[in-house]
């Protein structure tokens, strides 16, 4: 269990991550015709991160002292 302030953080954190993996991703595979499994999976693995930290904020599932 994290404190509010880590969750949120995390939550910026990974969500810029994905969003760069993902363009990245994208751009070689469209410009290169490349599919690159290492940021495929980067990607994935960010953005399955930035959803648990979703849920533990939705759910309150965080340290508040």
């Not at 991550?17 to 410009?31: A, R």
């Amino acid at each position: 269990m994290q404190s509010l302030k880590m969750v949120k953080f995390n939550i910026w954190i990974f969500g810029i991550l994905f969003i760069t993996n993902t363009i990245e991703f994208i751009s070689v595979l469209t410009t290169d015709h490349k599919f690159n499994w290492l940021k495929a999976f980067c990607a994935i693995g960010f953005f399955l991160v930035f959803i648990l930290n979703l849920f533990d904020l939705k759910n309150k599932n965080y340290k508040t002292t």
